[in-house]
């Protein structure tokens, strides 16, 4: 759990780095600022999309998953319970740099196999590698959401205190096509979100969130 304590610490320390030049940033650079999240995000989930697609086995799975995750997303209404939560307790837009740095910290790759990878070997280069490079993006979005992107970090332990957790125990069944699946699906809802950060297309990107559950059931049956 060391590499997931880095992680979450360097997201929290860079979230209040980052609040600290908020209110001295200008307008035009908190809008150079969110141009850049925005295409981060996409060029992050257009990599993903590009490395793991092509080993994908089960070519079909990512877009059953997002289907059939985004009608239970829609009738649960994740993104509008989620947006009434946070605008509850803070102002200005906190609820969509909130998400984006929950699918950014979350869903890529080497946050879900550096856990994975911490358990099963006590090699903590993954969780070390992303803790930095979150620690940077948190600055980046905490200039522009505040010091409430900090949240993320807890969720971010939460995700891979989890993952670690389930990967000791099943130290012999952890199954790398269904990591590939994961993280095709982690990239499509980054990509997303990096679309909507751009006003390009405002995706409910949180609605999508119970598709990464469909690879994870459809293997149990498989396996």
Do not use: R
């Not at 360097?10 to 600022?33: C, P, Q, R, T, W």
């Not at 409910?204 to 690879?215: D, F, H, R």
């Amino acid at each position: 759990m060391l590499g997931t304590i880095f992680n979450t610490m360097m997201i929290i320390a860079g979230s209040i780095v980052g609040s600290i030049f908020k209110n001295g940033i200008k307008d035009e650079y908190h809008h150079i600022l969110m141009q850049a999240m925005g295409l981060a995000a996409m060029g992050l989930g257009i990599n993903a999309l590009v490395q793991h697609l092509p080993s994908s086995k089960y070519p079909v799975l990512f877009i059953v998953s997002l289907a059939i995750g985004g009608l239970l997303g829609q009738k649960l209404n994740l993104e509008s319970k989620f947006n009434a939560l946070v605008n509850k307790y803070s102002k200005g837009n906190l609820a969509e740099g909130l998400s984006t740095a929950i699918l950014l910290f979350c869903i890529g790759s080497l946050s879900i196999l550096g856990p994975i990878e911490a358990a099963l070997n006590k090699d903590y280069t993954y969780l070390l590698t992303n803790g930095i490079l979150d620690g940077i993006t948190s600055i980046v979005l905490a200039t522009t959401f505040g010091i409430g992107i900090a949240i993320s970090g807890i969720v971010l332990f939460v995700w891979q205190g989890s993952i670690y957790l389930v990967a000791s125990l099943m130290e012999h069944s952890i199954n790398n096509d269904l990591l590939n699946e994961l993280t095709i699906i982690g990239g499509i809802l980054i990509l997303a979100s990096g679309l909507s950060i751009l006003g390009i297309k405002k995706c409910n990107t949180l609605n999508l969130l119970p598709s990464l559950m469909i690879p994870i059931i459809v293997f149990l049956f498989i396996h």
